[in-house]
């Protein structure tokens, strides 16, 4: 299983970007993907949630600026954040879970929201 993580860069506060993440290898069904992110010094923390049904959750700190997307047919999660501040900056790392709930990572995206 590959998860292959893209999108992060850098970008002005109250900027925007776009993360995208495609797993490959998975043959159960999948029944979550998610996006976690982690600071330098920090512990990683869990941002956003697709479920299986197409339910989402977000973390308090992003909730009406990010939202989580998939393709199921591409087996794609997406994160499209807004209003981007210097505290959203970290490595992004998405995650799937299959029906097994066997977890699986991506490489991580560094986003930089700077001036």
């Known amino acids: 299983v590959q998860l292959q993580a893209s999108g992060g860069g850098l970008v002005q506060p109250g900027g925007s970007l776009r993360l995208s993440c495609a797993a490959s290898?998975?043959?159960?069904?999948?029944?979550?993907m998610a996006w976690y992110r982690q600071a330098p010094g920090k512990q990683r923390d869990l941002v956003a949630t697709?479920?299986?049904?197409?339910?989402?959750n977000y973390a308090d700190s992003v909730n009406g600026r990010f939202t989580i997307s998939r393709d199921k047919a591409k087996n794609t999660v997406y994160l499209q954040m807004f209003s981007l501040k210097a505290d959203d900056t970290a490595v992004y790392y998405c995650?799937?879970?299959?029906?097994?709930?066997?977890?699986?990572w991506g490489q991580g995206t560094q986003v930089t929201v700077s001036s």
């Open positions: 995650n799937v879970a299959d029906a097994r709930g066997r977890s699986f």
């Open positions: 697709i479920w299986r049904d197409g339910s989402t």
């Open positions: 290898g998975i043959i159960l069904p999948i029944n979550l």
